[in-house]
């Protein structure tokens, strides 16, 4: 009999061991390990999302960047294109300031007019630039730049500005068109400035003249432009040409080129300016200062 119970006893003793191993095992319930398992999942899924969103904010932010930089580089160079046109002189060449008393450089006096001085290029009548011309300014007597000015202002409500092509003349470009005509086998600019005439005629049929008003400093070769551009209008003729078209009331030119000349005649007439007959662009003061004084100082 105690052998039996000794028995029972070492058989239950095994039995509370083995409970006793089951209860210390790191096994979790079914839910709980299924809930550990999401959480898991969750904190994978987020991190993954977090790495994989990275890059495309990273990507955003790079063009975004990319954008911005492109876009500031294009105003700066738009910025140094309107400072480099902006406060200018009219050509990159500095004034010499040596003028006599009296006279004044015309784009100082006029706010709108454009500037074409064709005797410091060499497209002109001639072929090459003229002696005097140093530099392309126009210069007139303190009484033709204020009278021009008066000019300007009429034409400026109309959209119009004023082109000058020339204004003070020395008297060695004058000489220098002596010498021109002088040699006839020079005629490169002949189809273009002097097609029906001889150029030995130019000082007889009145086109060139031996003391030109312009050295008085108070006449000025100009035509209308469109304010906004700076393009001629039409007048039928160019500056400096050399035959019977350039005459205010020559025949053969349309309504609108006849409308235009005659803008620019009544707008100079009203501003103190007489015309001449011969050339639709030229205009002398009507009280010029200095009317028996011929200059020889150089534009530049």
């Known amino acids: 009999m105690n052998r039996n119970w ?15 191993a089951g209860c210390s095992s790191t096994s979790l ?5 299924n809930l550990s398992s999401q959480t898991m999942s969750e904190e994978g899924q987020s991190s993954e999302q977090e790495e994989l969103g ?58 709108y007019a454009y500037y074409d001085i064709r005797y410091y290029s060499e497209y002109n009548f001639v072929g090459e630039q003229i002696d005097g011309y140093h530099a392309p300014f126009a210069i007139l007597s303190v009484q033709a730049a204020k009278a021009l000015k008066k ?40 189809e273009e400035f002097y097609p ?7 000082f007889k049929l009145g086109y060139l003249s031996q003391r ?21 209008i039409d007048m039928g003729g160019i500056h400096d040409f050399l035959g019977e078209i350039s005459a205010h009331d020559a025949a053969g030119l349309t309504e609108v080129q006849t409308k235009n000349r005659l803008l620019l005649k009544e707008t100079m007439m009203a501003a103190g300016f007489k015309p001449y007959n011969k050339e639709w662009w030229h205009y002398t003061l009507n009280n010029e200062p200095y009317p028996k004084k011929y200059f020889d100082f150089d534009v530049e």
Do not use: C
């Open 212 to 232: 030109s008003g312009h050295s008085r400093g108070s006449t000025v070769d100009l035509t209308l432009a469109d304010q906004e551009t700076g393009e001629p």
């Open 54 to 111: 990275a890059e495309p904010g990273l990507e955003s932010d790079q063009a975004e960047m990319g954008q911005n930089s492109a876009q500031e580089g294009e105003e700066a160079q738009l910025e140094a294109e309107a400072d480099q046109a902006g406060d200018q002189p009219i050509v990159g060449i500095a004034k010499k300031r040596e003028l006599p008393e009296g006279f004044v450089y015309a784009d100082e006096v006029l706010e």
């Open 151 to 190: 000019a300007e202002q009429a034409l400026e409500p109309l959209g119009y500005s004023l082109l000058i092509y020339d204004a003070y003349r020395p008297q060695k470009a004058v000489e220098h068109f002596k010498k021109w005509a002088a040699e006839e086998q020079d005629v490169k600019m002949k």
């Open 29 to 33: 319930p079914a839910h709980e390990e």
């Open 196 to 202: 029906d005439i001889d150029k030995k005629n130019v």
């Open 6 to 20: 000794l028995t029972l006893g070492l058989v239950l003793a095994g039995l509370l061991a083995g409970l006793l």
